[in-house]
């Protein structure tokens, strides 16, 4: 079939036509009803269950006007259409709603009584006679319609639960998968920081002493040549600048290679991030401006206090580089699932979707003049007060350095 018309679209067709060719009524208002009423359960699922249940009612009255066999008796042979709307309504809408279809429908049927009233008013001489019979069959129709009402709402709604509940579980489902891949991204992080702390230990250690020789003898040679030998006076402070430099390098790998060393203390969130924030204003350098969001009901945190002001620190520092000048970065905190979260927030270039997950890896950079380690110390500091650290960024629009730490110390 087209995408234009569906199988079940096909299928309604073919039984109205059906309906219309062997009606024992051939008058062409009931006809055009039985067509109308097939074309409206064709296109239901494009003007809505609402519309095609009250242009069902509309048209099932004249139908049934006109198929019976008045005024001899009234025998309706499309009485049953009624059940297209009561049963859509029940599939639909809420118990009331459906009930008041269903009441809708009945009183449908049954108002066609006023006609034999009315007829019987008129012609006294060749009554419409309503019998016991007769109105013992109007009251099972009724009746009939109220059941179908009650029982397809019945199993459309433990259909709907049961829909519910699967979806509960799919999406249940998908949090533990996404929490899975999250812990396998820690648990890859923490041996690659493992593996490349000991590398990073062991050459540390071995470069130290060459550069403690090359210092001093840079130092001595200074020292020892003449006033006038000017450019043997500049390359000594070249090579002693050199050294202290990847001193301060091999420093920096030491620290991040060492195990930490905590000292947990409940702190006051909030004063440790104005104290962080005083020092990131005093060597702002970048023109950058700090919002403070705070959540006051957030209670101290046990932390290495002086570890995450170098935590946060970076973070900052990290934001103000990648704003534009006379940028704004935005330090926020909330409680989320017993963590206490520090976010800081920049509205600069984002990360590039590509390096969101290597980032803390140890010596990744996107920087010319960066090491890459800022943010693997970071992360480790962290792990080692057993919270989390995330970003989310999208490039040109920012991005979300969230820091989770937990209220109760573990």
Known sequence: MSRYLRLQDFVWLVLFAA?????????????????????????????????AIVFNLALCYPLMYFSQPFP??????YWYLLFLPVVSAASTFDFLGSALVAII?????????VWVWEYNRISPDAPVIFDRDNQLELVLRLLSLFLVSYATHQLARAKREEAAKYQRAAE?????????????????RSERLAALGQ?????????RNPMGTMKTSAELLARSVEKENEIAREMAAFIKDEVDRTNS???????FAKPLSLKPQPV??????????????????????????????????????????RVI?????????????????????????????????????????????????????????????????????????????KVESAPGEGSVFHVFLPVRRQ
């Open 19 to 51: 309906i219309a060719v062997f009606s024992p009524v051939h008058d062409p208002v009931v006809i055009a009803c039985l067509i109308a009423i097939g074309i409206v359960q064709v296109l239901e699922s494009r003007i809505g269950p609402k519309f």
């Open 72 to 77: 001899i008796e009234i025998n309706s042979s």
């Open 105 to 113: 429908a009945a009183a449908e049927n049954a108002s066609l009584l």
């Open 172 to 188: 249940q489902l998908a949090a533990a998968n996404r929490s899975l891949k999250e812990a396998e991204q820690q648990v890859r």
């Open 199 to 207: 590398l990073t230990a062991g050459l540390a250690h071995e470069l």
């Open 249 to 255: 390098l091999i420093t920096r790998f030491l620290d």
């Open 268 to 309: 006051d969130l909030a004063a440790m991030l104005d104290h962080v924030v005083q020092r990131f204003e005093r060597e702002n350098r970048w023109n950058i401006s700090v919002y403070k969001n705070y959540s006051p009901d957030i209670p101290p945190v046990p932390m290495d206090a002086e570890l995450m002001e």
């Open 313 to 389: 620190l970076n973070l900052m520092t990290n934001a103000a580089q990648a704003s534009p000048p006379s940028g704004a970065i935005t330090v926020k905190t909330r409680l989320a699932g017993g963590m206490a979260e520090i976010a800081v927030i920049d509205r600069g270039s984002g990360i590039d979707p590509r390096n969101l997950e290597s980032i803390f890896n140890p010596f990744f950079t996107t920087k010319s003049d960066g090491v890459g380690l800022g943010l693997a110390i970071c992360s480790k500091i962290v792990d080692e007060h057993g919270g989390q650290i």
